[in-house]
């Protein structure tokens, strides 16, 4: 019999935020796998459940962690934040697949930090945008910069993820010097959420300069308009052509 495991994207985390298919999913699974700040976050709306959880830096073990609970017969949720296939378990979790027998991989998709925080914000991304971020762990920091300079000239919004840690605490204002030197006005619209959809929401706009002075943390998104992007009454609006 083929066991199942299914990798659900819960959003921010707050049942609200998570799509009906992501809560009946983590309803009717027997364990829920995860990291364990984001398994922290369902406890109270899945009581019931089973938890299993893996520090950060230990992804690969915590994927192991669900096959071998799926072969125990086990009904599986792998939980990420966002969307399980946006900086998520997706990939990782299909890569260890063909080791494993008679599993089947089902990806149930969440709201992702760029759209949740953009909805905070106006309308940053309403045009072409990429969305990068700014963790080297697992990405030499000449790719980050090569991504950042493409991103100014094919004049794409941007949504940053990852932006800093206490250990990378300026690496944003690497990225928006890098940005600068690419071509971006410093004049540019900016804004930051910090902890979205959580406790102590808080949203920030300003220009491309300020925002290189700014201090932010890995709970934070940032979002850069492109060369038509602007500030409005405290929110990011980017135009896609329509006349108003």
Request: proline fraction near 4%.
């Amino acid at each position: 019999m083929k066991k199942v495991i299914t990798l659900v994207g819960i959003g921010p985390g707050k049942l609200e935020m998570m799509t009906e298919e992501a809560v009946e999913a983590l309803t009717a699974c027997d364990v829920i796998v995860g990291y364990t700040v984001y398994v922290e976050l369902l406890k109270d709306s899945f009581p019931d459940k089973a938890f299993k959880t893996t520090p950060m830096r230990q992804e690969i073990e915590r994927c192991r962690m669900c096959f071998s609970l799926a072969n125990e017969g086990k009904s599986v949720c792998m939980v990420c934040s966002g969307d399980a296939g946006v900086y998520g378990m997706a990939a990782p979790m299909y890569a260890l697949l063909p080791e494993y027998e008679d599993v089947e991989l089902v990806v149930v998709p969440g709201i992702t930090a760029a759209n949740s925080g953009a909805a905070l914000l106006g309308a940053p991304l309403n045009h072409d945008y990429c969305v990068i971020s700014l963790s080297d762990l697992l990405t030499p920091w000449s790719v980050i910069e090569k991504r950042l300079r493409a991103a100014v000239e094919g004049d794409f919004a941007i949504a940053i993820y990852n932006p800093g840690s206490k250990k990378r605490f300026d690496y944003l204002m690497r990225a928006c010097d890098i940005l600068l030197d690419a071509g971006a006005k410093k004049e540019r619209a900016c804004g930051y959420v910090e902890s979205i959809g959580r406790q102590g929401t808080q949203t920030h706009v300003c220009t491309l300069a300020e925002l290189r002075e700014c201090q932010v943390n890995m709970f934070t998104t940032v979002f850069i308009g492109n060369s038509q992007s602007y500030l409005q009454d405290g929110k990011i609006i980017t135009r896609r052509g329509y006349v108003v």
